[in-house]
């Protein structure tokens, strides 16, 4: 999970950074490097959210110093790396770390000097449209929205969201891209849950080892910031492996708590809360202190990852979510015409989610001359022209062996009678119509 606004201190004014260049060590003496290993212990076993693993990770470094394990790591980065990948040994925490960064550190310091609270860069994210990338209505009146971060919320932020969610607010079901999202804001990211909910609802609680306390999490509906929009459709979730920590936890809490499906990779597992702490000599550590106990699963999906309901590559995954919305509308109607139209709709998806390769002897049977249509075999492929449209010419691309894509608007089916020989062409049209066409010659 993400760092709640007091602890996001890496965001401070870049103002402060400066003043510290000339502290930035290029080479580490034993004394630094001990100093650095005890300084990461102390913050380690008072704050990290399990103690018994912080003390044999702290053991370990304290150990390894002493047996000259690290006597010829002076790169400040490398011995960083090294000492990040020493503890996750341990504990596979992908939170835990420490990092070599003392314009980072120096600002760690400003901020509990001064309890600086100003710690959102604000512009970068209007600028950045508070990390909403696309939303947008896809073919089937089916919602989608890409988003890469939460964002701090704010008057604009909540406008931003509550605009992309408006404008799918029609939709019949609705697709969410986190496959590359990070995570960010908490209260954001119950923010977004919101809308979905229209009456609070426990998520679980959680441990802050610092405080020594259990809170109970909610997700609060966002009616109030909404402007009272609340979606109801059947919502799909797309994941990857990059999808990381507030990210996670979103989609975790809408599968278990409004049966979202989940569709791509398991997750990376980061469900910890994570501080920074300056530990001198231009070192930063990143340690976890709080854990999540989700009110149904009773645990969380540190180290394990967010399971998806649908387990897909992620380049497939848009795919297979509208393939699984289109196929659940198919089995909810019973007019011909739109069975017709969300069939076309699936057939398209195929053309562009499978390659299907037809033997050269099947193509062969379906040259010729059906009317004004003109289908013939170029070097393998199969292609349309439409002899009333001279300048038309398409290549066809097969959805399975006998019905293929011509364009945007139409598909073709070859019919073959009792002997295997192809006797006309079906039409398929995007609205549902079908055209049959006799073979000329």
């Given at each position: 999970m993400c760092l709640p606004n007091m602890f996001l201190i890496g965001a401070l004014s870049m103002v402060f950074a400066s003043a510290i260049n000339a502290q930035k060590?290029?080479?580490?003496?034993?004394?630094?490097?001990?100093?650095?290993?005890?300084?990461?212990s102390k913050v380690l076993n008072r704050n990290y959210v399990y103690s018994d693993k912080a003390l044999l990770m702290s053991q370990f470094i304290q150990q390894k110093h002493q047996n000259k394990g690290y006597k010829n790591m002076n790169d400040p980065k490398q011995w960083a790396h090294q000492i990040t990948k020493d503890i996750r040994a341990i504990e596979q925490d992908h939170h835990l770390s420490v990092r070599f960064d003392p314009d980072l550190e120096a600002s760690i310091r400003i901020f509990e000097a001064t309890l600086e609270k100003e710690t959102t860069d604000f512009g970068k994210e209007k600028s950045q449209n508070f990390f909403f990338r696309k939303a947008e209505i896809l073919k089937g009146n089916i919602g989608y929205i890409n988003f890469t971060n939460f964002a701090d919320t704010n008057y604009l932020s909540r406008k931003t969201v509550q605009a992309a969610f408006q404008f799918v607010a029609n939709a019949e079901a609705l697709i969410l891209d986190l496959r590359n999202n990070f995570g960010g804001r908490p209260e954001m990211e119950k923010e977004i849950?919101?809308?979905?909910?229209n009456e609070p609802q426990q998520t679980?609680?959680?441990?802050?080892?610092?405080?020594?306390?259990?809170?109970?999490?909610?997700?609060?509906?966002?009616?109030?910031?909404?402007?009272?929009?609340?979606?109801?459709?059947?919502?799909?979730?797309?994941?990857?492996?990059?999808?990381?920590?507030?990210?996670?936890?979103?989609?975790?809490?809408?599968?278990?708590l409004k049966?979202?499906?989940?569709?791509?990779?398991?997750?990376?597992?980061?469900?910890?809360?994570?501080?920074?702490?300056?530990?001198?000599?231009?070192?930063?550590g990143f340690i976890p202190f709080t854990r999540f106990e989700h009110i149904i699963t009773k645990t969380d999906w540190e180290?394990?990852?967010?399971?998806?309901?649908?387990?897909?590559?992620?380049?497939?995954?848009?795919?297979?979510?509208?393939?699984?919305?289109?196929?659940?509308?198919?089995?909810?109607?019973?007019?011909?015409?739109?069975?017709?139209?969300?069939?076309?709709l699936l057939n398209d998806l195929y053309s562009r989610m499978r390659k299907i390769n037809v033997p050269n002897e099947t193509l062969k049977q379906y040259t010729g001359v059906f009317e004004e249509f003109l289908f013939t075999l170029e070097e393998g492929k199969l292609f349309c022209r439409n002899t009333h449209q001279q300048d038309k010419k398409d290549m066809l691309v097969a959805i399975n062996d006998h019905v293929f894509k011509i364009d945007e608007q139409s598909h073709v089916e070859?019919?073959?009678?009792?002997?295997?020989?192809?006797?006309?062409?079906?039409?398929?049209?995007?609205?549902?119509?079908?055209?049959?066409?006799?073979?000329?010659?």
């Amino acid at each position: 999970m993400c760092l709640p606004n007091m602890f996001l201190i890496g965001a401070l004014s870049m103002v402060f950074a400066s003043a510290i260049n000339a502290q930035k060590t290029t080479s580490l003496t034993e004394l630094e490097k001990q100093r650095v290993i005890d300084s990461f212990s102390k913050v380690l076993n008072r704050n990290y959210v399990y103690s018994d693993k912080a003390l044999l990770m702290s053991q370990f470094i304290q150990q390894k110093h002493q047996n000259k394990g690290y006597k010829n790591m002076n790169d400040p980065k490398q011995w960083a790396h090294q000492i990040t990948k020493d503890i996750r040994a341990i504990e596979q925490d992908h939170h835990l770390s420490v990092r070599f960064d003392p314009d980072l550190e120096a600002s760690i310091r400003i901020f509990e000097a001064t309890l600086e609270k100003e710690t959102t860069d604000f512009g970068k994210e209007k600028s950045q449209n508070f990390f909403f990338r696309k939303a947008e209505i896809l073919k089937g009146n089916i919602g989608y929205i890409n988003f890469t971060n939460f964002a701090d919320t704010n008057y604009l932020s909540r406008k931003t969201v509550q605009a992309a969610f408006q404008f799918v607010a029609n939709a019949e079901a609705l697709i969410l891209d986190l496959r590359n999202n990070f995570g960010g804001r908490p209260e954001m990211e119950k923010e977004i849950a919101g809308y979905f909910f229209n009456e609070p609802q426990q998520t679980g609680r959680t441990y802050n080892r610092i405080l020594d306390t259990w809170t109970e999490e909610w997700v609060v509906d966002q009616l109030k910031h909404s402007e009272g929009l609340y979606l109801t459709m059947p919502l799909y979730i797309l994941t990857s492996k990059r999808t990381f920590s507030a990210a996670e936890g979103f989609a975790y809490n809408l599968k278990y708590l409004k049966n979202a499906i989940l569709v791509g990779d398991t997750t990376r597992g980061a469900a910890h809360t994570t501080r920074s702490f300056a530990l001198g000599n231009g070192f930063v550590g990143f340690i976890p202190f709080t854990r999540f106990e989700h009110i149904i699963t009773k645990t969380d999906w540190e180290r394990i990852g967010v399971v998806p309901s649908i387990s897909i590559s992620e380049e497939l995954s848009l795919y297979k979510a509208q393939e699984l919305i289109l196929k659940n509308k198919l089995l909810s109607i019973s007019d011909t015409t739109e069975q017709l139209k969300v069939q076309w709709l699936l057939n398209d998806l195929y053309s562009r989610m499978r390659k299907i390769n037809v033997p050269n002897e099947t193509l062969k049977q379906y040259t010729g001359v059906f009317e004004e249509f003109l289908f013939t075999l170029e070097e393998g492929k199969l292609f349309c022209r439409n002899t009333h449209q001279q300048d038309k010419k398409d290549m066809l691309v097969a959805i399975n062996d006998h019905v293929f894509k011509i364009d945007e608007q139409s598909h073709v089916e070859f019919v073959t009678d009792k002997q295997g020989m192809v006797t006309s062409i079906r039409l398929l049209w995007d609205d549902g119509w079908v055209d049959t066409v006799q073979k000329s010659k």
